[in-house]
């Protein structure tokens, strides 16, 4: 289960980062804003990563793997939705801001669920997540470039990191699915024994 959490970070943040690293073009050659206004919506998009952080904490403390789960279709549903909205600066700019609060919002539940699955060694734990972000920023921007390389246009990357994120939310419904099977075995051999 640690091992899966780490897999998690990496697929729900590199799917970010997929389009993050080359968010400065998209914005200029797709969205049609000039490298002044870019920094704007950079702070925009920062002002997102504010709110994320603050709600993706409060959802987790309610319900961690059903809020994860949610948080990555969100981020999924708003990736796509940035693939066309990408295309006109006013819609491309209220989809960066919510694209920041869907993907700061994965963060506190990532980080969480680490800690919790590995309560022996929680500090280890948490050092090893940050690690699993950094891998998969560095893998996102890998695969955005190796998409660009092989043909893809800009508008098309959005595309691929909903692709990551899906593949984050079905490492998620994995581990619970494995929550929900150990949970049920002690259940199954106390009514037997009964």
């Not at 603050?54 to 969100?74: C, Q, T, Y």
Request: charged letters at 10%.
């Amino acid at each position: 289960q640690v091992w899966l959490a780490l897999a998690m970070t990496v697929l729900g943040f590199g799917g970010v980062f997929v389009v993050f690293t080359y968010i400065a073009p998209i914005l200029e050659q797709v969205s049609g804003f000039s490298p002044r206004a870019v920094t704007l919506i950079l702070v925009l998009f920062g002002a997102g990563l504010t709110v994320g952080n603050v709600v993706g904490g409060k959802l987790a403390d309610r319900a961690l793997m059903p809020s994860l789960a949610g948080i990555l279709v969100a981020l999924a549903i708003v990736m796509a939705a940035f693939a066309k909205t990408s295309h006109a600066a006013v819609p491309a700019a209220v989809t960066v801001f919510v694209w920041g609060i869907a993907a700061f919002a994965t963060v506190p539940p990532l980080q969480m669920r680490v800690v919790e699955k590995a309560s022996h060694a929680p500090h280890l734990a948490s050092a090893l997540n940050i690690g699993a972000f950094n891998v998969g920023n560095a893998a996102g921007a890998w695969l955005g470039g190796f998409a660009l390389t092989q043909g893809a246009r800009l508008d098309a990357l959005p595309w691929v990191a909903v692709a990551v994120t899906i593949a984050a939310l079905f490492v998620t419904i994995l581990a619970g699915y494995l929550d929900a099977r150990r949970t049920r075995a002690p259940r199954a051999a106390t009514q037997c024994a009964s």
